[in-house]
C-alpha cells in the first residue's frame, strides 16, 4: 500500500497562486505509479486535473490548460507537485494525489482549494 499525503491547499481569492505537495511513501513501485491530481467539488464526481507519465508527458484537463503545471521528483517521499495561477472560483474542491491511469482504490485525506473573494 501506499501512504498519500497532499497540502498546501488553502484559501485564495480569484486570479491567485497556489502550490500543492503530495507525499508519497510506501512500496517503490506503487509511489512510482503517482502521477497524477485529482479533484472533487462538493456535490461533483471526482476528476482527473492534470497527470504527468514517466517520459515527461503531462496531460491536463480542459478546464485547467495553461494555468496550471504539474510536476514530479524522483525523491524518497515527496513526488507530486501543482502549481495552480489564475485560479478561479471553479477550481473550489478537494484535490488528491493517486496512481495514473488509474488510481488506487484508497485516497489520502486531499487539500482543501477554496477561490473565493
Known amino acids: 500500500q501506499v501512504q498519500l499525503v497532499e497540502s498546501g491547499g488553502g484559501l485564495v481569492q480569484p486570479g491567485g497562486s497556489l502550490r500543492l505537495s503530495c507525499a508519497a511513501s510506501?512500496?517503490?513501485?506503487?509511489?512510482?505509479?503517482?502521477r497524477a491530481w485529482y479533484r472533487q467539488a462538493p456535490g461533483k464526481q471526482r476528476e482527473l486535473v492534470a497527470a504527468i507519465t514517466d517520459g515527461g508527458t503531462t496531460n491536463y484537463a480542459d478546464s485547467v490548460k495553461g494555468r496550471f503545471t504539474i510536476s514530479r521528483e524522483n525523491a524518497k517521499n515527496t513526488v507530486l507537485y501543482l502549481q495552480m495561477n489564475n485560479l478561479k472560483p471553479d477550481d473550489t474542491a478537494v484535490y488528491y494525489c493517486n496512481s495514473y491511469p488509474k488510481p488506487y482504490d484508497y485516497w489520502g485525506q486531499g487539500t482543501q482549494v477554496t477561490v473565493s473573494s
Open positions: 510506501g512500496s517503490f513501485f506503487r509511489v512510482l505509479a503517482v
